[in-house]
């Protein structure tokens, strides 16, 4: 059985309100007194219960991390950052998955109205096309701070990567290698991240005038299946790309994939680049060219100023935003390196 | 700001108590009042505070996962199996990450002394040789389930793989397809599935009689470079094998890069299995074979008995144990498939 305040106030024949007042340092309580409850909490293993001391002090020393889905590359580095920035701290983390769905993400932000958590980092769904339900708990004083998938139009901090820039460099490097005609594959389109990443593809194209018409953008937002007849049927087609751009990790494998069952080889009929952290990048067939995201660095920067903002009362979440760079590795999907 | 009970108290002229009673169904309360109350609370938007709400249920609503590490497959898809599962219940996730520390794990498991859940998943860390503190908590009377690492001395609920019979068919596939010199990369050595893993091993080769001398068993248990260097010296070595088991996923990338830095080609040189829930197994260069855990059903499998555990009073969690079978999946990095 767990020892409750209860237990240390009968053997010490002392009241509840004085054994409390004693394990907060009152000065109120001599320090004798204090002396022996602390010694009797310590000889019975006394932990305060952690929900009595949140309502008292109105913190739970728990945050929130919401996010689409933890069985990616980027997602479990993150979570790895932010954790180890919350075990200093002496915080817990609460994960909450809104599997891209909209709905999930807003009756999870609505349970933190009650107070249990002291602040939220976020990375929103995929299907997230309004901001209220964050730009309420903001306005009910929890502080939020974005990392990798944000909302614009919410004044709070935001981690993020250069997502234009690292496009443009993905293109452009394709380009480099003699590619003609360059797929851009999307998730979500009313995803932060996916918009910039766009603009940075079709400005390179623009830039190097590879063609007059428009870029040329495949949505792939479903499951896997769906995502990979789309690129199949995309690699099958007369008009069929030299060059891809798979804008999240998930993409990768569908794309090698197909090229292997349509007898494609990468990179001579196709070169491939994808956004990802997949530690296995290096020992693909062939080695796939990257943007790496600074995964854990970004965990631990959104963390570190949650912490700012649940700590200092002046801290304004507002003014911050931090940009990490994201790193192009070139390897054999993109020629011969 | 937050309504909170006191304001339903006063805009309704009632007292603090009688809203609560309200709230909660009681019988004490008229339903020309229970529907006052609660007409209002949903006008006003009003959420109990849940630490109120688990003082007074003893229940916080919460469980907590402790595990290892987040950024390896197996973990990352348990834990999607585990939180759907929990959401399904309405109740929260908390997330530990001891990164194979016994201290940490002792520290985290220290925390639930205070009430903060009401049960804990867990598997355990590389270092951990005692289960007295896993012990001391089942005492406490807090429901725990152990899941894919378990401590066979604690007497509650554990979710498995076949880990023995799979380690066992992995064994048997590597000498059917030529191998004379097998060696098993080990783990933790205290780990359960590193020891039944093993037994499997050797089983497999005194069944096939393919020599007199022990099994070779080769332990990778530090970082990544170490890892890589104990991998490439075996391979640089004299008496190299021609066979490699992985015993857990992170070992297999430092085999392929050896092998592509030593010019050894898989599978001719060397024929190589991984256990490993990786999802670019079928890309690799060449295509991994592996022994792929149902790591979402053992997720949701453990949360699932956790919560018979938290919720039925008489049900004995010393008494589950499910054992899932593990899939082998022949590719080219064990010969020609």
Known sequence: MNVTIRDLAEQLNLSVATISKALTDSYEISPETKQRVSELAKKLNYSPNPYASSLRKRSSK?????????????????????????????????????????????????????????????????????SNHIKEAIADGMPVVFFDRVCEDVETAKVVTDDFESSYRA??????????????????????I????????????????????????IPCHGDTETNYK??????????????????VEKLTAPVYIACKHLGLTIPDDLKLISFTNLQTALILDPPLTTITQPALEMGKTAATILFKGIEKKNFDLSKERVILPSILAERSSTGNC
Chains 1, 2 share one sequence.
């Open 194 to 217: 996916n918009i910039k990443r766009m603009e940075g593809y079709k400005k390179a194209l623009a830039d190097n005038a590879i063609r007059n018409t428009d870029a040329e953008i």
């Open 230 to 247: 789309i690129i199949s049927d995309l690699l099958k087609g007369k008009n069929k790309p030299d060059g891809i751009i798979a804008s």
């Open 171 to 192: 293109t452009s490097h394709l380009i480099r290698m003699g590619c003609k005609k360059i797929i851009y594959l999307s998730t979500s389109p009313t995803l932060s």
């Open 62 to 130: 728990t945050i929130a991390v919401v996010l689409p889905e933890v069985a990616d590359s980027f997602f479990s580095l993150a979570i790895n950052g932010i954790e180890s920035i919350a075990h200093e701290k002496g915080y817990h983390v609460l994960i909450y998955l809104t599997h891209e769905s909209f709905e999930r993400e807003e009756a999870i932000l609505k349970e933190f109205k009650s107070g249990r958590v002291d602040g939220i980092l976020m990375s929103v769904s995929g299907e997230t096309c309004s």
